[in-house]
C-alpha cells in the first residue's frame, strides 16, 4: 500500500545506500545508483534511467526482505509512480489543451452543418432566391 | 558496483507512463531475437521430422526432442529461482536472467509439444504436457498482470493522496473534526439561550484550551443586566443556514470517504493481485515439476523394459 508524502521521506532519510534492493530487483534493466533513485523518488526532475525503471517496476516485493534497515522501496516506487503518473496526466490534458487550441485555429470559416439543406435542397423545396 | 549513466546536464525527458509501448531492455530484445531465431529452426527441424517414417515420442527424434526441453525448462525455470534466492552475488542481472526465463519456459514449452507430436495417449505424459501448458500460460499473463496492474495501483493511490502528498482521509477527518466542533458550540449556545448563562465570571475558565474557545465565545459573556458581549450567538434563520452548509459539508465528505475507500481498496487488490499470480505461477511450476518426474519415471521404465 501507498505512504504518504512524508512517511516515504523519512524512509528515504533513513536508507543506508546499500544498493541490495536494487541488486534484488528482477524489473532493473539500466545502471542506476540508489542515490539518483532516493533523489529522484520524491521531488526533482526524473531522469530517463529512473523513469523507465518506475515504468518496468510491477511491485513484486523482492526489494523488501533484503533491506538490512527494513525499509520499504515498493512503497517509495509507488510513490515515484505516482508522480509520473501525474505528470503523466498533466502532460496529457495540456497535450489535448494544445490540441483543442490548434483544431480552433485550424477551422476556418464556419462549415456547414450536415444537417443544414444545400441550395439544390432549397430549390427542390420551392424556396428561390431574389 | 553500478555506474550511473545518466548527466546531471541531461535535460530531463518528459515524464511519461503510458500504458503500452515501453521501451524494452537489451537483454529482453537479445532474448526475443534468440527465441525468434530458436523458433524458425525449430520449425523447420520439425517439418524435416515430420516428413520422416518415424513419427513418435518414443523415436530418437523424439527422446532428443524430450531430453532437450527438459533440460531447458529445468535450467532457466531453476536457474532463474537459484538466482534470486541464492545467487545474489553472481555476474548478471537478475533482469536477464528473467528474460532468459521466459525465453527459455516458450522454447522448452515448445520443444515438449514436438516430443508428444500430437501423441497424446500416455496419461502421465499428456498431464506433465497440460502442467507445462498451464505454467507457461500463468507465466504468460502474469506478465500482462505486471505491465497493467502497477500502473493502476498507482493511479488509485494517487486518488488517496492530496496535493501536498498526504493522505486525503485525514483531511476529511480534520474537516468532519471541525463540523463536529460548530455543532458541540451551536448546541452550547442553544442550551445557554434556554437555560440562560451565569453571570458569574468564576464560572469562565480564564485560561482555556484552544480547542475550547470557539465553545465559550458562542457562550457569550453576560452581566445581570444581558449580554456585554456576545460574539457568537446566531439568529434562528443563521442557524437554519448553518445546519444546511453542515449537512452538506458532512454529505460531500461522506462521499469523498467513500470514494477514497474505494480506491484504497482498488489499490489493494491490484497489489494482491501482482503477489497471488506469482503464487500461483509458483505452486504451478511445482505440480508441473511433480507429473514431469511422474513421466520420466514411466519413461525409464518402459526403456528399461524395452530392454
Redesign the interface.
Known amino acids: 500500500?501507498?505512504r504518504?508524502?512524508?512517511q516515504v521521506a523519512e524512509e528515504l532519510a533513513a536508507c543506508i545506500r546499500c544498493?541490495?534492493c536494487?541488486?534484488?530487483?528482477?524489473?532493473?534493466?539500466?545502471?542506476?545508483?540508489i542515490e539518483?533513485l532516493n533523489r529522484q523518488t520524491l521531488d526533482g526532475?526524473?531522469?530517463?534511467?529512473?523513469?523507465?525503471f518506475?515504468?518496468?517496476?510491477?511491485?513484486?516485493?523482492?526489494c523488501v526482505p533484503?533491506c538490512p534497515v527494513g525499509l520499504h522501496r515498493d512503497t517509495m516506487m509507488?510513490w515515484l509512480?505516482?508522480?509520473?503518473?501525474?505528470?503523466?496526466n498533466e502532460?496529457e490534458a495540456y497535450e489535448q489543451e494544445e490540441d483543442e487550441l490548434q483544431d480552433e485555429d485550424d477551422l476556418g470559416p464556419p462549415r456547414r452543418s450536415r444537417y443544414a439543406p444545400t441550395s439544390q435542397e432549397w430549390s427542390r423545396r420551392g424556396w428561390h432566391d431574389e | 558496483m553500478?555506474?550511473?549513466?545518466?548527466q546531471p546536464h541531461?535535460p530531463?525527458?518528459?515524464?511519461?507512463?503510458?500504458w503500452f509501448g515501453?521501451?524494452h531492455?537489451?537483454?529482453?530484445r537479445v532474448a526475443f531475437l534468440f527465441a525468434l531465431a530458436s523458433g524458425v529452426g525449430l520449425a523447420f527441424l520439425y517439418r524435416r521430422y515430420m516428413q520422416t517414417n518415424d513419427i513418435a515420442p518414443d523415436s530418437k527424434m523424439g527422446y532428443i526432442f524430450a531430453i532437450a526441453g527438459t533440460a531447458l525448462l529445468l535450467l532457466v525455470g531453476l536457474g532463474y529461482v537459484i538466482r534470486?534466492r541464492l545467487g545474489?552475488r553472481w555476474p548478471g542481472?537478475?533482469?536477464t536472467?528473467?528474460a532468459w526465463h521466459m525465453v527459455g519456459g516458450i522454447l522448452g514449452l515448445v520443444l515438449i509439444l514436438m516430443h508428444a507430436a500430437g501423441n497424446f495417449n500416455p496419461r502421465s505424459g499428456t498431464y506433465a504436457l497440460y502442467g507445462l501448458i498451464a505454467v507457461v500460460a500463468s507465466g504468460i499473463v502474469g506478465r500482462v498482470l505486471?505491465?497493467f496492474?502497477?500502473?493502476l495501483?498507482?493511479?488509485a493511490?494517487?486518488e488517496?493522496?492530496s496535493a501536498?502528498?498526504?493522505?486525503r482521509m485525514?483531511d476529511l477527518e480534520q474537516e468532519l473534526e471541525y463540523v463536529a466542533d460548530t455543532e458541540r458550540a451551536l448546541r452550547t449556545s442553544r442550551a445557554a439561550r434556554e437555560h440562560g448563562v451565569p453571570w458569574d465570571l468564576a464560572y469562565y475558565d480564564l485560561d482555556p484550551e484552544v480547542e475550547d474557545i470557539p465553545a465559550l465565545l458562542s457562550q457569550g459573556v453576560r452581566s445581570d443586566t444581558g449580554p456585554i458581549l456576545n460574539l457568537a450567538q446566531p439568529s434562528d434563520s443563521h442557524r437554519i443556514l448553518l445546519a444546511a452548509e453542515r449537512r452538506q459539508t458532512t454529505g460531500n465528505v461522506m462521499r469523498e470517504a467513500i470514494s477514497i475507500r474505494a480506491a484504497?481498496r482498488r489499490?489493494?487488490l491490484h497489489?494482491q493481485t501482482?503477489?497471488v499470480w506469482?503464487r500461483i505461477h509458483t505452486l504451478l511450476s511445482l505440480a508441473a515439476l511433480g507429473l514431469l518426474a511422474w513421466h520420466l519415471e514411466y519413461a525409464v521404465t518402459l526403456l528399461m523394459g524395452a530392454h
Open positions: 500500500m501507498h504518504p508524502r512524508s544498493n541490495q536494487l541488486a534484488a530487483c528482477p524489473a532493473l534493466a539500466a545502471p542506476i545508483t539518483t526532475p526524473i531522469s530517463a534511467p529512473v523513469m523507465r518506475a515504468q518496468n517496476c510491477y511491485l513484486c516485493g523482492a533484503v509507488i509512480k505516482m508522480r509520473l503518473l501525474r505528470k503523466n502532460q | 553500478t555506474n550511473n549513466r545518466y541531461e530531463a525527458p518528459t515524464p511519461r507512463y503510458p515501453i521501451r531492455s537489451s537483454a529482453q534470486k545474489r542481472r537478475l533482469h536472467f528473467l505486471d505491465r496492474a502497477p500502473r495501483a498507482a493511479s493511490a494517487l488517496a493522496i501536498s502528498g498526504e493522505e485525514d484504497n489499490e489493494r497489489l501482482i503477489r506469482r
